[in-house]
């Protein structure tokens, strides 16, 4: 049980976690480790492991196959959009956009997750580590500011996130995707292995491998290895991929120093102009309206990259006019996603007489092969892409969580399989534009009473050169691999499609440029830390939730050992 109902009416606690996905639920965990007596707001509904009522539903078991009607569409106009959100098995974890709107200067999908657990429920698991090839590239290419860490920073924490949630995979010798503690990777099918070889041979510089997922290929305490069922969206009743709700919060709740509280809206982080700190936080309860205070000696903010600095821009103060810590004028500003949705796609005449069991839910990855060095220098587009996609006979996006949420399998076994195909989908990196921004929005209020979003963000020039490459290197890799009738694609995407929505609190090394420091605390504000995807200075080119989770245990020592020295 994750809920201390002891904790309901005592307002002050050691460390206060506001948000309980990927970030949050690590900061509660190594917090609560430490002997901190933690509270973790959570602005959605409790949601216990195993608490997962489609986890083991068949489409024809929920109504209308699990399609929602033209009437439950209208609560959910953006999310439909996006094809991720808006299907019976999982509706239930997102929030209605009539009753949390946002509004949009430019397209943004944004992709939401109010619960327990937020979006650790739901995210598509790739998991890989940055190196300096990212931490050093604003500063050799006088892109935006430089990060205030690199990779040896971070490296010892990687090791710490991989061994507790479980990350499997292969090694690949490559200094620009550093090797972490993996279990044993999962499979390639045949018509991977097949193309992963011609890549080989035909390539000195690019090599393709199964991806690395944090779905356990070997179980972990309670947690089991998976079974590759690819319902990893509906939760997991095994535990088989990390979620804060499988992992996580269950080791805070083994301290006893770990109290959660649900429905509980963070409006704004209470200043102290004597200590020149945060000493709580302001809270509207989502249930019965009422306005609740909590004080802490720490505060982890952890609630989204956006959802973070909407409480840090909502908290103002006659310190803080602009917002919480927002001396640099950059809260807010540098919004980074992944650009995706594009590549190529073939087909081979081999294999038919084989096929695979399961539904494994994780696909191939080529690692980044442009702008790596002076051989791999691009004159056209600065950093670079990977590639996620597989191969299949029955719909090759299914292997790529971000593509393809809630695939119509019924249709997969009773069709004839077909030929094999195989497709490529690559995943590009933003750069940080001081001008892609999120802003208050005072004249539209949520089901709350509360100050909505505005977003004002796009792809520019860069982004746009690089997609040119990411479809023609992807052919010309599936054509040299041997495969047939292979076309290029562009489906388009809108920031926020990615879900991985980074900056707008972004890190830096100079309190006039950056809203944290190297140990990602408020400059102005010390004993507030942002650890989520708000704290990202760039967005290189790989998903990013591995690296919030090793800056946040880092955070964490960091913010305890501060509390020991300084009280």
């Known amino acids: 049980m994750y809920f201390n109902t002891n904790g309901e009416d005592e307002v002050t606690y050691d460390a206060i976690v506001v948000g309980s996905g990927i970030s949050g639920g690590w900061a509660a965990k190594e917090l609560c480790e430490k002997g901190m ?45 996006t094809g ?8 239930h974890q997102w929030p209605k956009d009539t009753e949390h709107p946002y509004t949009e200067e430019k397209p943004f999908d944004w992709i939401r997750s109010y619960q327990v657990g937020g979006r650790s429920l739901l995210w598509g698991r790739q998991s890989y ?49 550093p090797d972490g503690i993996f279990q044993k990777p999962m499979e390639l099918n045949c018509i991977e292995k097949e193309v992963a070889e011609r890549i080989k041979e035909n390539y000195n510089d690019r090599m393709m491998m199964i991806g690395r997922a944090a779905n356990l290929t070997e179980p972990i305490g309670t947690r089991g290895s998976c079974q590759s069922r690819n319902r990893c969206m509906r939760g997991c009743p095994y535990g088989a991929y990390f979620s804060s709700n499988s992992s ?83 809260l807010g500003h540098n919004v980074m996603d992944h650009h995706f949705k594009l590549g190529a796609s073939g087909k081979s005449e081999k294999f038919a007489d084989q096929y695979y069991k399961g539904r494994r839910p994780n696909g191939i990855y080529v690692p980044r092969f442009q702008n790596l060095n002076d051989k791999t220098k691009r004159k056209d587009y600065l950093r670079g892409f990977g590639y996620q996609g597989g191969g299949s006979r029955a719909g ?24 094999w195909s195989m497709g490529l989908m690559g995943f590009g990196e933003c750069l940080p534009y001081h001008e892609n921004r999120i802003y208050l929005n005072e004249d539209v209020k949520d ?44 489906s388009g995407c809108n920031p926020g499609l990615g879900i991985h929505e980074m900056g707008t609190a972004r890190m830096g090394r100079d309190p006039k440029t950056s809203v944290l420091n190297g140990n990602n605390q408020v400059h102005a504000a010390t004993n507030v830390y942002v650890t989520d995807g708000a704290a990202m200075t760039s967005a290189a080119c790989v998903n990013p939730s591995l690296t919030y989770m090793a800056l946040t245990a880092r955070a964490v020592e960091h913010a305890v050992n501060d509390l020991k020295k300084n009280g």
């Open 248 to 330: 996580t919060l269950p080791a805070a709740e083994a301290t006893g120093n770990l109290t959660i509280r649900p429905w509980s809206i963070v409006m704004e982080l209470i200043y102290d102009d004597k200590t020149q700190k945060a000493k709580g936080v302001r809270i509207k309860d989502a249930e019965s309206g009422e306005i609740k205070e909590y004080f802490a000696k720490v505060i982890f903010l952890c609630a989204s990259s956006f959802g973070s600095t909407w409480i840090m821009m909502n908290s103002k103060s006659e310190r803080f006019p602009n917002g919480f810590g927002n001396d640099s004028g950059e």
């Open 37 to 81: 007596k933690t509270m973790v707001l959570e602005r959605g509904r409790m949601v216990k492991h195993g608490d997962y009522p489609t986890a083991n539903l068949d489409d024809w078991e929920m109504k209308n196959r699990g399609k929602l009607t033209k009437e439950e569409l209208k609560d959910y106009e953006k999310n439909n959009r």
């Open 396 to 419: 090759w996006w299914q292997n790529v969580a971000e593509a393809d949420f809630g695939a119509d399998y019924k249709n997969a076994i009773t069709n004839s399989p077909g030929d």
């Open 129 to 177: 580590r940055w190196s300096d090839l990212d931490f050093e590239a604003n500063a050799k290419e006088g892109v935006a500011v430089d990060w205030p860490i690199r990779y040896k920073d971070i490296a010892p924490w990687y090791d710490k996130v991989e061994k507790f949630i479980g990350v499997s995979g292969r090694k690949a010798g490559l200094p620009h995707l």
């Open 447 to 490: 089901i709350h009473g509360l100050p909505t979003l505005t977003m004002d963000a796009e792809w520019k020039d860069n982004e746009y050169a690089m997609r040119k490459e990411m479809m023609s290197a992807a052919a010309e890799m599936l054509e040299r691999a041997g495969l047939k009738d292979v076309e290029e694609y562009d």
């Open 84 to 91: 991720y959100t808006t299907n019976r098995a999982y509706i």
